[in-house]
């Protein structure tokens, strides 16, 4: 080996050994951080399955309270018959088993879920069996009586709060640690960079080109690294790009690519803990069909708004919206024509409304808004809030295009105004629903401020119905029995008024009851005992030779009339009370009559066949025709007494009552006029023919006993 090669050698060995010790270290540096990192990878594994235990947990949850309402919805409004409901109750029970065993997994964890829960595994597991027995004891009973089920499933909501509180603190404490842990790896990584670096220099020196471009290469992958991981820790969006990592996850397929893909896998893990958040946020106080705030939204929107009013002394409003047409559209075209509905409708209220305003969508077709921030005056605010009304009712007046059809649709809307007066939340859309309801009974396609005095109405309208009720059953009903006589004022028969005496009002007026009756359900159960009453007495009666010939007139409501078995049940209260047919009279109303001639015929005539009497009450007030006329098993025409009041003075009403008389005696039916009070009406109505009278001037409506003493008597 000549000089040159051994002053290359000598040249070469201190340099080799330089690279050789610059490996080792290097070596050992990469060791240390891969050591490092797999124990730091450790615990965020740990983490990871901390946040999709979490992720899971919300996500159930949220999907039994949806699976709930929707099992609610469907009690309430009849879509969902028992069976389905049943099986939607097996379903989520057997759901909530599984996230039973999901809480034990929690509990387990007793470091992370001691810190979360304010170290306490059992009142996490207590909060969950009270919100699984209220949910469960919910859907139990929603077949049976839906409003109960909505009361358990408010008491199962208010322990989900106390779900999410866990899952928030979860969620923050696993991103603290996560925080730490990379601010950790941040200047450990940092510290490495920098010694890598100084390494490089000291190399350079023997390998100045190669040594460089390493120290560069691995100083600059280490720095993206600890950048991203310091990204991480402070970035609170629900996408993080890395693109540096990536391009080096790509492209390195060594030590710092497989750093750089753990650290993107922490990156995903992170990002479908935030969407999973999202989800289970946009779940609990969102709409899932119109993506608009619910109900739970709403009332919390409305709570910051009253407080806004307490410290700014605005005004606010509350506006709810009811669709008038949605369920005719609804159960013609479908539910899926339905819901697209819905969605348009919702798209267009949310343009209407101002930024700081908030529409949500409560249920069915029912809609809400909280208008904050309106005027200090209640004028200038009542405009502001009608102004935003107007807006919706002009766009929702443009017609809706849905698969080839045209829809036009209205609403009813209902307004109140709230101010720094502090209210209960539902008391506001108490009133807003009562003005809504006001809006629809008033012809719908408009809206109506809440009114006081007409809430005041409403309040004693309902106290009124509950003591109608309570009369019903405490038998606080009476008859009242008004003269009918011929032309020589004989009496022929007496009409049957039922009279309500209140134990503490007194008498209450028929103009009074007798329409809330109708609205409701009390008319067939008050109908049948007047019937029932009216043949008692005229049974009383027919044991009298001297009183069989009298005749009750019985008037029977148009719901009374309509029942399937009313023909059956007039007969069954003959044949039980033994009143004679022929002296019962029951008296129609041309609308009742007219609504649906057929079925009257026939109903009509089966009654005939036994011997009862037909009447038509206020006759000349409806839209008769004498084709219907001539077709109708009748008996006799009341003349309204409107018609009676005035014959004597108004040349209107005396033809109008001529034509009536005429018509009768065309049709070979008798005429009877109510309402005659004076002798000269009574002598105007004998003239042209009409023989039969009923009115004050015979005798006011008066109990049996005052009546009897006016009986024929024996001789």
């Given at each position: 080996?000549?000089t040159?090669?051994r002053?290359?050698?000598?040249?070469?060995l201190?340099?080799?050994?330089?690279?050789l010790?610059a490996?080792?270290?290097?070596?050992?540096?990469?060791?240390?951080?891969?050591?490092?990192?797999?124990?730091?990878h450790s615990?965020?594994?740990?983490?990871?399955?901390?946040?999709?235990?979490?992720a899971?947990?919300?996500?159930?949850?949220?999907?039994?309270?949806?699976?709930?309402?929707?099992?609610?919805e469907?009690?309430?409004?009849?879509?969902?018959n028992?069976?389905?409901?049943?099986?939607?109750?097996t379903?989520i029970?057997?759901?909530?088993d599984v996230?039973?065993?999901?809480?034990?997994?929690l509990?387990q964890?007793?470091?992370?879920?001691?810190?979360?829960?304010?170290?306490?595994?059992?009142s996490?597991?207590?909060e969950f069996?009270?919100?699984r027995?209220?949910?469960?004891?919910?859907?139990?009973?929603?077949?049976?009586?839906?409003?109960?089920?909505?009361?358990?499933?408010?008491?199962?909501?208010?322990?989900?709060?106390?779900?999410s509180?866990f899952s928030?603190?979860?969620?923050?404490?696993?991103?603290?640690?996560?925080q730490?842990?990379?601010?950790?790896?941040?200047?450990?990584f940092?510290?490495?960079a920098?010694?890598?670096?100084?390494?490089?220099?000291?190399?350079?020196?023997?390998?100045?080109?190669?040594s460089?471009l390493?120290?560069?290469?691995?100083?600059?992958?280490?720095?993206?690294?600890a950048?991203?991981?310091h990204?991480?820790?402070?970035?609170?969006?629900?996408?993080?790009?890395?693109?540096?990592?990536?391009?080096?996850?790509?492209?390195?397929?060594?030590?710092?690519?497989?750093?750089?893909?753990?650290?993107?896998?922490?990156?995903?893990?992170?990002?479908?803990?935030?969407?999973?958040?999202e989800?289970?946020?946009?779940?609990?106080?969102?709409?899932?069909?119109?993506?608009?705030?619910?109900r739970?939204?709403?009332m919390?929107?409305?709570?910051?708004?009253?407080?806004g009013?307490?410290?700014?002394?605005?005004?606010?409003?509350?506006v709810?919206?009811?669709?008038?047409?949605f369920?005719?559209?609804?159960?013609a075209?479908?539910?899926?024509?339905?819901?697209?509905?819905?969605q348009?409708?919702?798209q267009?209220?949310?343009?209407?409304?101002?930024?700081?305003?908030?529409?949500a969508?409560?249920?069915?077709d029912?809609?809400?808004?909280?208008?904050?921030?309106?005027?200090?005056?209640?004028?200038?605010?009542?405009?502001?809030?009608?102004q935003?009304?107007?807006?919706c009712?002009q766009?929702?007046?443009?017609?809706?295009?849905?698969?080839?059809?045209?829809y036009?649709?209205?609403?009813?809307?209902?307004?109140?105004?709230?101010?720094a007066?502090?209210?209960?939340?539902?008391?506001?859309?108490?009133q807003?629903e009562?003005?809504?309801?006001?809006?629809?009974?008033?012809?719908?396609?408009?809206?109506?401020?809440?009114?006081?005095?007409?809430q005041?109405?409403?309040?004693?309208?309902?106290?009124?119905?509950?003591?109608?009720?309570?009369?019903v059953?405490?038998?606080?009903?009476?008859?009242?029995?008004?003269?009918?006589?011929?032309?020589?004022?004989h009496?022929?028969g007496?009409?049957?008024?039922?009279?309500?005496?209140?134990?503490?009002?007194?008498?209450?007026?028929?103009?009074?009851?007798?329409?809330?009756?109708?609205?409701?359900?009390?008319?067939?159960?008050?109908?049948?005992?007047?019937?029932?009453?009216?043949?008692?007495?005229?049974?009383?009666?027919?044991?009298q030779?001297e009183?069989?010939h009298?005749s009750?007139a019985?008037?029977?409501s148009?719901?009374?009339?309509r029942?399937?078995?009313f023909?059956?049940?007039?007969?069954?209260?003959?044949?039980?009370?033994?009143?004679?047919p022929?002296?019962?009279?029951?008296?129609?109303?041309?609308?009742?009559?007219l609504?649906?001639v057929?079925?009257?015929?026939?109903?009509?005539?089966?009654?005939?066949?036994?011997?009862?009497?037909?009447?038509?009450?206020?006759?000349?007030?409806?839209?008769?025709?004498?084709?219907?006329?001539?077709r109708?098993?009748?008996?006799?025409?009341?003349?309204?007494?409107?018609?009676?009041?005035?014959?004597?003075?108004?040349?209107?009403d005396a033809?109008?009552?001529?034509?009536?008389?005429?018509?009768?005696?065309?049709?070979?039916?008798?005429?009877?006029?109510?309402?005659?009070?004076?002798?000269?009406q009574?002598?105007?109505?004998?003239?042209?023919?009409?023989?039969?009278?009923?009115?004050?001037?015979?005798?006011?409506p008066?109990?049996?006993?005052q009546?009897?003493?006016?009986?024929?008597?024996?001789?």
């Amino acid at each position: 080996m000549n000089t040159g090669r051994r002053l290359q050698l000598f040249l070469l060995l201190p340099m080799a050994l330089v690279v050789l010790v610059a490996l080792l270290v290097f070596y050992g540096a990469l060791a240390s951080m891969r050591q490092q990192f797999e124990l730091a990878h450790s615990a965020q594994h740990k983490d990871l399955e901390g946040m999709a235990s979490a992720a899971s947990f919300s996500r159930d949850i949220g999907l039994i309270e949806e699976r709930t309402s929707a099992a609610l919805e469907g009690a309430i409004n009849g879509s969902l018959n028992e069976l389905q409901l049943y099986r939607m109750h097996t379903a989520i029970v057997n759901d909530l088993d599984v996230l039973g065993k999901q809480v034990e997994q929690l509990t387990q964890s007793a470091a992370l879920v001691l810190d979360a829960n304010q170290g306490s595994t059992n009142s996490l597991q207590q909060e969950f069996e009270l919100y699984r027995r209220f949910v469960v004891m919910s859907t139990d009973v929603l077949a049976v009586d839906p409003s109960v089920a909505r009361d358990f499933l408010n008491q199962a909501r208010q322990h989900f709060r106390d779900f999410s509180i866990f899952s928030s603190r979860l969620s923050i404490l696993l991103a603290q640690r996560a925080q730490e842990r990379n601010l950790a790896q941040f200047h450990a990584f940092t510290h490495m960079a920098q010694q890598l670096w100084w390494l490089g220099l000291a190399a350079v020196c023997v390998l100045l080109l190669v040594s460089y471009l390493l120290a560069r290469r691995a100083s600059h992958a280490l720095i993206d690294i600890a950048d991203a991981l310091h990204t991480l820790a402070g970035s609170q969006h629900k996408e993080i790009p890395l693109p540096r990592l990536e391009a080096m996850h790509d492209k390195d397929s060594g030590e710092l690519g497989r750093l750089a893909g753990a650290v993107l896998v922490f990156r995903n893990a992170i990002e479908r803990q935030r969407q999973a958040e999202e989800q289970a946020h946009q779940l609990a106080f969102y709409d899932v069909l119109t993506q608009l705030p619910n109900r739970r939204m709403l009332m919390e929107r409305l709570k910051l708004a009253l407080d806004g009013c307490a410290r700014s002394d605005h005004h606010g409003a509350v506006v709810l919206l009811d669709l008038d047409s949605f369920k005719r559209i609804n159960d013609a075209r479908g539910h899926s024509v339905g819901d697209q509905l819905l969605q348009q409708v919702a798209q267009r209220l949310a343009q209407t409304v101002r930024a700081n305003d908030t529409v949500a969508r409560l249920d069915g077709d029912k809609f809400g808004f909280v208008l904050a921030a309106l005027s200090h005056q209640s004028q200038q605010a009542a405009n502001e809030a009608e102004q935003v009304v107007l807006e919706c009712t002009q766009i929702l007046a443009q017609p809706v295009q849905l698969e080839g059809q045209t829809y036009f649709i209205s609403a009813s809307i209902g307004i109140t105004l709230f101010d720094a007066q502090r209210q209960s939340l539902d008391e506001l859309l108490k009133q807003a629903e009562a003005a809504m309801y006001r809006a629809k009974n008033e012809g719908r396609n408009t809206y109506r401020f809440y009114d006081p005095q007409i809430q005041a109405h409403l309040d004693a309208k309902v106290s009124l119905e509950a003591d109608l009720r309570l009369a019903v059953e405490q038998e606080q009903l009476c008859l009242f029995y008004q003269l009918q006589v011929d032309e020589q004022d004989h009496m022929q028969g007496v009409e049957a008024l039922v009279r309500w005496i209140h134990p503490n009002k007194g008498m209450v007026s028929p103009a009074q009851f007798i329409p809330l009756a109708e609205e409701s359900d009390l008319i067939l159960p008050i109908g049948h005992w007047v019937l029932e009453t009216a043949c008692r007495q005229l049974s009383q009666w027919a044991r009298q030779p001297e009183r069989a010939h009298l005749s009750i007139a019985v008037n029977v409501s148009a719901r009374q009339f309509r029942q399937h078995d009313f023909v059956q049940r007039v007969q069954a209260v003959l044949a039980a009370t033994g009143a004679p047919p022929q002296t019962l009279k029951l008296e129609l109303t041309e609308s009742l009559v007219l609504e649906n001639v057929e079925a009257t015929i026939a109903k009509m005539l089966a009654l005939r066949a036994v011997g009862v009497r037909f009447s038509m009450d206020d006759f000349g007030t409806g839209y008769s025709s004498l084709q219907y006329l001539k077709r109708l098993p009748l008996d006799q025409l009341k003349i309204e007494q409107s018609f009676v009041r005035d014959i004597t003075t108004d040349p209107d009403d005396a033809v109008i009552v001529q034509t009536i008389i005429a018509m009768g005696r065309a049709l070979r039916l008798e005429v009877i006029a109510e309402g005659v009070e004076t002798r000269e009406q009574q002598a105007f109505l004998r003239t042209q023919g009409c023989l039969a009278y009923q009115g004050y001037l015979f005798g006011k409506p008066i109990p049996i006993e005052q009546l009897e003493p006016q009986l024929p008597s024996p001789t």
